[in-house]
Each structure stands twice: as structure tokens, then as C-alpha cells.
Nanobody, 115 residues
Framework: QVQLVESGGGLVQAGGSLRLSCAAS????????MGWHRQAPGKQREWVAL???????NYANSVKGRFTISRYNAKNTVYLQMNSLKPEDTAVYYC?????????WGQGTQVTVSS
């Protein structure tokens, strides 16, 4: 089994920054990719950013240029640096890990951006 624990969410004013972290533990031996999704109230979960095992990154258009995904391989940790936050970024952010054809999810961390 794989466990993912997110941290770093909170309340911030529009234009501010937050850094989310996700630590993976358990049966980790061949991570294909890690990433972040988010779900706003009343909306479907949407993909935000992805980083692959060779450190290739990709972003949703809505966050491109404002968010940066990175990872610290030695600790199986992925980060999401979020700058220039907007009220529409308010959501629960979920960490995702893809390994051997399986998807694993964290419990989510709340990000609230006030206007």
C-alpha cells in the first residue's frame, strides 16, 4: 500500500502564495508520476499539474505560469508552489501518485483564497 499525506494548505489573500507538500510512504518502488488535482465546491475534480519520473512537468492552462510542481526524490515528496493566487483557485487540493498502473490519492488539503 501507498500512503500520501498533504500539507501546506490554508487561507491566503488574492495575489498571495502558498506551498503544498505531499509525502509518499509505504510500498514505493517505481513511481511513474506524481501530481496534483483540485476540487472546488459543487465542481468536479480537475487536474492541476504533473511531474514524471524523468522530471518532465505539465500544467493545466488555468495555472500555467503561476504554479510550479517539483519533487525531492530522496524523500518521495512532491511540492506545488502556488503564486499569484486567485479566488477561483479555492479548492481542496489532492496529491496523486501513479505506480505500476495504480493511482493513489491523499486525503486533500484545503486552499482558500479571499478576494
Amino acid at each position: 500500500q501507498v500512503q500520501l499525506v498533504e500539507s501546506g494548505g490554508g487561507l491566503v489573500q488574492a495575489g498571495g502564495s502558498l506551498r503544498l507538500s505531499c509525502a509518499a510512504s509505504g510500498s514505493i518502488d517505481n513511481i511513474n508520476a506524481m501530481g496534483w488535482h483540485r476540487q472546488a465546491p459543487g465542481k468536479q475534480r480537475e487536474w492541476v499539474a504533473l511531474i514524471t519520473s524523468d522530471d518532465s512537468t505539465n500544467y493545466a492552462n488555468s495555472v500555467k505560469g503561476r504554479f510550479t510542481i517539483s519533487r525531492y526524490n530522496a524523500k518521495n515528496t512532491v511540492y506545488l508552489q502556488m503564486n499569484s493566487l486567485k479566488p477561483e483557485d479555492t479548492a481542496v487540493y489532492y496529491c496523486n501518485l501513479q505506480q505500476r498502473g495504480y493511482n493513489y490519492w491523499g486525503q486533500g488539503t484545503q486552499v482558500t483564497v479571499s478576494s
